[in-house]
């Protein structure tokens, strides 16, 4: 595991750009140091990494993630995000801790949509009854990011959107003045009406939200 890492660390650091990352770090309003690697050029490196004859035993997954996680560099956020998505169909139950470390830790958008909408997602998928205590759990946390998570997870469902659950989850949180919640509300509701649009339309009219999600919801829906 340690060797893994170290390889991985050498490669981001040869491909170092003090210029990019100035601009990265800037973008993302100063929280986080950059290498200064472009997303095409770090999916390249990172490739390698991911295949499936070079990771490392799952056993060994949540301590690699935490430790990639508590690098300074955001690209080590998004390689071992990328990292765990590649255990999907080997999830257990108990690694949901993991993927709420991972949420709470070094949050913002960048990260954690993905952690919602492609981790946690599949996780759910595989244990759909974990699904009504977590998101209880995350909604009561009061933590942005936890109840945004709620919001995205099913973000690919399509047609397996679970639209009672949706409307319960978005009903808690109506009435939220944080951007990145009612921002992800019209997301939720935009993404859903691509494949019931109808659904879409009546729930907007029967739910009092911001203009923010309303606009969000309707955007594609209304052109």
């Not at 990352?21 to 200064?36: D, H, T, V, W």
């Not at 019931?196 to 209304?222: C, G, H, M, Y």
């Amino acid at each position: 595991m340690n060797d893994y890492i170290k390889t991985s660390e050498s490669e981001f650091e040869r491909n170092s750009n003090p210029k990019i990352a100035a601009g990265q770090k800037a973008y993302m309003k100063n929280r986080f140091e950059f290498f200064g690697i472009k997303t095409p050029l770090r999916r390249e490196i990172s490739k390698p990494f991911l295949q499936k004859e070079f990771l490392p035993d799952k056993k060994y997954l949540k301590k690699t993630i935490k430790t990639l996680w508590e690098k300074p560099q955001r690209e080590f956020q998004y390689f071992a995000q990328e990292l765990a998505f590649k255990y999907k169909k080997q999830f257990e139950k108990k690694d949901i801790a993991l993927f709420e470390y991972m949420i709470l830790n070094k949050s913002w958008w960048d990260t954690v949509d993905f952690i919602a909408a492609k981790i946690t997602g599949e996780y759910f998928k595989l244990f759909p009854s974990e699904i009504k205590n977590v998101t209880e759990n995350w909604l009561a946390s009061g933590n942005i990011w936890l109840q945004r998570s709620c919001l995205l997870f099913q973000l690919k469902y399509k047609e397996n959107t679970d639209t009672e659950l949706l409307s319960h989850i978005i009903n808690k949180l109506t009435g939220s003045e944080e951007f990145f919640i009612n921002k992800a509300i019209g997301w939720i509701l935009r993404e859903y009406g691509k494949i019931n649009p109808d659904w879409v339309i009546d729930f907007t009219k029967k739910t009092q939200l911001s203009a923010l999600s309303k606009k969000e919801a309707l955007r594609i829906i209304l052109k």
